[in-house]
């Protein structure tokens, strides 16, 4: 694992400026697991780059389903998940065909069975977000972000 680039006291008014930034720094196709606490933003940060691909997101939600395909973009979200196993029902091939990027939410644990089910030409990468500051009060809160390159087994 190599850490490729890491982002201070990220506020959500700076994610357009940190994914044009994380772009150049993927190598696609690219798998992102995002991983972190609930609650510090990977969906929010899953959203904006949903955005910056010029995808009208106004009736996807990352949140409800397991897989969701958008555009040249394909988000899954594994905290449901229950075994490994469930990965290979997923059919994820299909839905990676002719796609750029691929966003894993809670996919660390199940990294191995991404290496087996995702096509051999994704790069893979870990975005690592912490929370680094809340202010009371104010709803305004400041993240921590690495980007980690993940070799490719």
Do not use: C
Request: a negative charge; zero cysteines.
């Amino acid at each position: 694992m190599n850490v490729l680039r890491e982002w201070k006291k990220v506020y959500e008014g700076d994610l357009d400026s940190i994914i044009f930034e994380l772009k150049d720094f993927l190598t696609t196709p690219a798998v992102v697991i995002l991983s972190g606490d609930i609650g510090v933003g990977k969906t929010t940060f899953t959203k904006s780059f949903i955005k910056s691909l010029n995808i009208n997101e106004t009736t996807v939600s990352p949140t409800y389903s397991v897989v969701n395909e958008v555009g040249e973009m394909v988000h899954a979200d594994f905290y449901r998940l229950k075994s490994a196993e469930e990965i290979v029902h997923l059919e994820l091939p299909m839905y990676l065909e002719e796609k750029d990027y691929f966003f894993v939410e809670w996919g660390k644990p199940y990294l191995k069975q991404l290496h087996n089910e995702v096509p051999r030409e994704f790069s893979f990468f870990e975005l690592l977000f912490e929370m680094n500051e809340t202010l009371d009060g104010h709803n305004v809160s400041s993240r921590n972000l690495q980007l980690i390159d993940l070799p490719n087994n």
